[in-house]
């Protein structure tokens, strides 16, 4: 069991380490259940450290087999070893030389961190703290090394051997069956970006010229005969790589960049300098097996690791607390690319649509914590949509705020100064202040401040006058040991639209020159009041441009003024936001008639407005595809905030898009027909965009006709010819029950049989949908024969898609979901903390719930709180749940 204890690690106690070590040389030999560890180390006190402090190098489950010292065995008696810590009192005050031997078994490592087995091959995940599961260390991220990596094996079972660096010497063990191969990494690093591979793996090879004219030699390492499934993420790391250069002036380091995908994967990917090492689903793509979405995933997940050669590798973070200096960084660098590579609205409408469904959750209930932390007990549980999402946002919003051209230069002078450091995030700040000569001491408080603001309007139009005083004002919640919120920094980019639906010019006194010019408001007190002059009549504002802050707006604009907005803004995401805004009024419009027992009002301007969405959609489908999608039953869960009643807000929402379908029968069918895509399969931004409008159109057919939109699902499916038409046609079919649904789920079964890909989406997909019958139908489907616990996407795929996106099945009032949860997460702890912990954070929003359901939640999660020998990582979702 990993951290037994239950310690509190916080911010404030940071210490450099008392010893630096130089360089490390492993060497490592491969074995299923006794892989046998060397690690000579190269050490010296640290100038900064506590003087004749012991050396205490962590471990985890570790055997120790020896110990040297310059060369010389150590006695029992000369250090204390536990499989958790390693601890010498006496070590000379000059550099010295620690050799020690480890046993690790990898095939019993379940937990997939450390160095595990997934299928035949052997891989390392250590971020956080899975190099302690290798060999003792001081496995901290401030702690740098340069690495020289030996690795012998079975040549037979793993013919290939990589590690960081570039490769060495390797050759074969004359007369033992055995190989080797020795790889050097010239770049010190911390110990979490470590990694190694070794397996019988096909591989797809390619080249790349860098900006200085350097030739690296491209590998991506996957199951034989998948290769051809990895040149999408080839041509992905290709563009990466230059766009890096482009856009920051960033270029590759080392002679070779290697990717290997494996299936059994606790997360998305990980950036092990010049190793890469990926979950396959971010990898592997092909017409037939992935969706639109899934060659947009790879894209997104290959910059992404790749982005953090610079900003996570050769800046790295000081400590844990400082995640999202690299993540939340790297965020915000891979949604930049991918707005570059599509289109840039679409982008940041699916972003924050991102943002709202897991971050907004997360910063309103009890999971809630500031974008840096200041105390953990488990970091593994940290690795939230908070410091990921939340922490792009932060950057968003420097960028936003400096410039451009500041933010530029804010960046070149943070790679120029924490080059080969582990930084802060006030190192990184103070480059920005630097650059711009501005104090951003009170945009600091975005990472320290948890919960999510709330910015309110006031306006009023002076016919008189022709002015329109606006006034702003934000205040916070308080969230688990923050009850008292300051007022941040928030960028407020705004637009007033007179009457005919022309863009006002801004004038005003009360307002910096610049920001008239960029319609970039800062409020940054509690209130800020702003009158507009030469206003000829009552505006509408279109607040928060581009979603220019992450924070909530309320209440929402007036139903008018969103039909407005709608028709005129010229800021795409706010013409989305309306929207959906307008949809969320009339879902709730229904929540309220169906609990007044009164008729279901109609919504008539929406559907207009709808219809001329769908109209002209030839402009720009993946918008209008997006527009034209009703807000998702978590996103209604969020807005309504209080008392939620899952049954109630599904049956509003099937009930509007009943409504909505009946209204625009003709107008999809129409849309359906034109979308029609011929011709070859291209994964590009502009066909996928058809794609998800052909798709919106036929759940519409089939919302306002089931038999009509059921045998134009039923033939889709047969005719498609790539899986986004294929799996856009089942779930139509999966909505709609009958044989006609069963039917096609076992023509896909029969169809992908072995192909795990594509086996997660068919559990998922039968996990949500929305009838009483699931929840028995999940656990039916836990005994099937392709079901492994052990196996987290497939895990995911069926458990975590119905407890995160089937809310009424997961919430129903007999708790047949709630326990299947339980059930799960008791049974998976014991062998992936981290898994379960995940999906236990699946009821992260729990207390906002109606009170039926809280007090179904609360004696599970005690029940969960109080098991013996409960992991730290459950455990600490369970006790913060609770609190
Ligand atoms: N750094 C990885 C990324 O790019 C995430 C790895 C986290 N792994 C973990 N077990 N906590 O996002
Ligand atoms: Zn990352």
């Given amino acids: 069991m990993r951290h037994p204890a239950n310690v509190a690690v916080r911010l404030v106690d940071y210490r450099a380490p008392d010893f630096l070590i130089d360089a490390v040389a492993l060497d490592v030999s491969l074995d299923r259940s006794a892989t046998r560890v060397v690690s000579k180390l190269s050490i010296r006190r640290n100038p900064r450290g506590v003087p004749g402090a012991p050396l205490a190098l962590d471990g985890d489950e570790l055997t120790l087999i020896g110990v040297r010292l310059d060369g010389r065995a150590l006695g029992p008696q000369e250090y204390t070893a536990t499989p958790d810590a390693l601890t010498l009192t006496a070590v000379p005050d000059a550099a010295f030389t620690l050799e020690i031997e480890t046993r690790v078994d990898p095939a019993a490592n379940t937990q997939l961190s450390g160095l595990y087995r997934s299928g035949s091959a052997y891989c390392t995940q250590c971020e956080a703290e899975g190099f302690r599961r290798i060999t003792y260390f001081l496995d901290r991220p401030d702690v740098l090394s340069v690495y020289t990596t030996r690795i012998e094996a079975e040549k037979s079972e793993a013919p290939v051997l990589l590690a960081n660096g570039n490769p060495g010497e390797s050759g074969d063990l004359p007369g033992t069956g055995r190989h080797y191969a020795i790889w050097h990494d010239p770049f010190p690093k911390p110990s979490y970006l470590f990694a190694l591979v070794g397996g019988d793996l096909g591989v797809l090879r390619d080249n790349f010229t860098t900006m200085s004219g350097r030739e690296i030699a491209l590998a991506i390492y996957v199951e034989h005969g998948k290769e051809e499934r990895a040149a999408y993420a080839m041509d992905a790391l290709k563009r990466s790589m230059r766009w890096d250069e482009e856009k920051f002036g960033r270029e590759y380091d080392l002679d070779v960049f290697n990717i290997v995908a494996v299936s059994d994967f606790n997360m998305g990917a990980m950036e092990n300098k010049g190793l890469n090492i990926f979950n ?196 916070t919640k308080p969230t688990p040991g923050q009850p008292e919120k300051k007022p941040v920094v928030i960028p407020v980019a705004l637009a007033l639209f007179g009457e005919n639906g022309e863009k006002l010019d801004l004038a005003s006194p009360d307002a910096r020159a610049d920001e008239l010019a960029r319609g970039l408001f800062e409020l940054s007190e509690s209130a800020r009041r702003i009158v507009f002059e030469n206003v000829p009549s009552r505006p509408v504002v279109s607040l928060l441009r581009g979603f220019s802050a992450p924070v909530r707006l309320e209440p929402a604009p007036e139903r008018a003024d969103l039909e407005r907005l709608l028709a005129c803004d010229d800021d795409p995401f706010n013409r989305w936001q309306a929207a959906q805004s307008l949809a969320l009024r009339a879902i709730f419009a229904r929540v309220e008639a169906a609990r007044a027992d009164s008729p279901a009002p109609q919504a008539q301007g929406y559907v207009a407005a709808l219809r001329t969405l769908l109209a002209g959609a030839d402009a720009d489908p993946a918008f209008a595809a997006q527009a034209l999608s009703l807000p998702s039953e978590i996103d209604l869960a969020r807005e309504s905030g209080k008392d939620v009643d899952p049954d109630a807000l599904f049956s509003a929402r099937m009930g509007l898009r009943a409504e909505i379908g009946r209204a625009l029968l003709p107008d ?195 029940h969960i709180a109080a098991q013996e020998g409960l992991s730290a990582d459950t455990r600490d979702i369970a006790t913060r749940a609770l609190a």
């Fill in 668 to 862: 999809a069918e129409a849309a359906y027909g034109r979308f029609f895509e011929s011709g070859p399969y291209r994964p590009d931004a502009e066909g996928a965009g058809r794609r998800a409008l052909r798709g919106v159109a036929l759940d519409l057919i089939a919302a306002g006709d089931p038999q009509k939109g059921g045998a134009l699902a039923q033939r889709q499916f047969a005719a498609a010819g790539n899986m986004t038409d294929r799996l856009s046609a089942l779930s139509t079919l999966a909505l709609l029950g009958g044989d006609a649904r069963e039917d096609a789920f076992d023509a896909f079964f029969r169809q992908f049989a072995g192909d795990h890909l594509v086996l997660d989406k068919w559990f998922a997909l039968q996990a949500t949908i929305p009838e009483p019958s699931t929840t028995e139908r999940v656990i039916r489907l836990m005994s099937h024969p392709d079901f492994a616990m052990t196996n987290p996407n497939r895990v995911r795929a069926l458990i975590g898609a119905f407890a995160n996106a089937n809310l009424t099945r997961f919430h129903a009032l007999d708790a047949s979901g709630y326990d299947l949860l339980t059930r799960v997460v008791l049974e998976l702890d014991p062998k992936n903390p981290q898994l379960a912990a995940r999906l236990l954070s699946s009821l992260r929003a729990w207390r906002t719930l109606e009170p039926r359901r809280r007090a179904l939640i609360e004696p599970r999660l005690r």
């Fill in 280 to 475: 396959d689903k971010y990898v592997l793509a092909s017409p037939q097996t992935a969706t639109d979405a899934d060659y947009a995933g790879v894209e997104g997940v290959i910059a992404h690791e790749y982005f953090h050669n610079w900003t996570g590798n050769r800046i790295t973070c000081r400590d844990w607390f400082q995640l999202c200096l690299k993540e939340g960084l790297t965020v915000f660098r891979d949604q930049e690319f991918s707005a570059d590579m599509r289109s840039r609205a679409v982008e940041r409408i699916s972003d924050v649509r991102g943002l709202r469904l897991a971050q907004f959750p997360e910063d309103a209930g009890p999971l809630a914590h500031p974008v840096r932390p200041d105390i953990y007990h488990e970091i593994n549980n940290f690795y939230t949509p908070t410091v990921y999402e939340k922490g792009a946002e932060i950057v968003r919003m420097l960028r936003t705020l400096i410039g451009d051209e500041d933010f530029r230069r804010g960046m070149d002078l943070y790679f120029e100064r924490f080059d080969g450091a582990a930084a802060t995030v006030e190192d990184f700040l103070s480059c920005f202040a630097d650059a711009t000569g501005r104090d951003l001491s009170h945009f600091a408080l975005w990472y320290s401040q948890a919960g999510t603001p709330i910015v309110s309007i006031e306006g009023a139009y002076d016919p008189d006058a022709k002015s329109f005083a606006l006034t702003l004002r934000q205040a």
